[in-house]
């Protein structure tokens, strides 16, 4: 089972950019496909986007299309998520998620593995 670890989010003014980290122990990283989450106050939480284990496929939520971008380094157990022109609605703790298998869903209850989520505010 991996254990995720995620790092960079911040405040940020509208129109800005942050890049969150998504660091897993253990040495089978790579046999993981993974993806980003976000919930809001009052919100149920949400699929953000994914990356299969390879790195060859990956998905994205309509709201954040041509805005983000998801990397999976496997030679760093690390999986990244950068976001540009980021807008108010994007306000959210954001959570990495691990499964093993080579297939991205954006079902929460298809991933066993949680990070302890890191808090993203953007101010307009």
């Known amino acids: 089972q991996a254990r995720l670890v995620e790092s960079g989010g911040g405040l940020v003014q509208a129109g800005g950019s942050l890049r969150l980290s998504c660091v897993g122990s253990?040495?089978?990283?790579?046999?993981?496909?993974m993806s980003w989450f976000r919930q809001s106050p009052g919100k149920e939480r949400e699929f953000v986007g994914g990356?299969?284990?390879?790195?060859?496929?990956?998905s994205y939520a309509d709201s954040v299309k041509g805005r983000f971008t998801i990397v999976k380094d496997n030679a760093k157990n690390t999986m990244y998520l950068q976001m540009n022109n980021l807008e108010p609605e994007d306000t959210a703790t954001y959570y990495c998620?691990?499964?093993?298998?080579?297939?991205?869903?954006?079902?929460?209850?298809?991933?066993?593995?949680w990070g302890q989520g890191t808090q993203v505010t953007v101010s307009s």
């Open positions: 998620a691990a499964r093993l298998g080579g297939l991205v869903m954006v079902d929460e209850s298809s991933y066993a593995a």
């Open positions: 990356i299969n284990r390879s790195g060859g496929g990956i």
């Open positions: 253990g040495r089978l990283f790579y046999t993981y496909s």
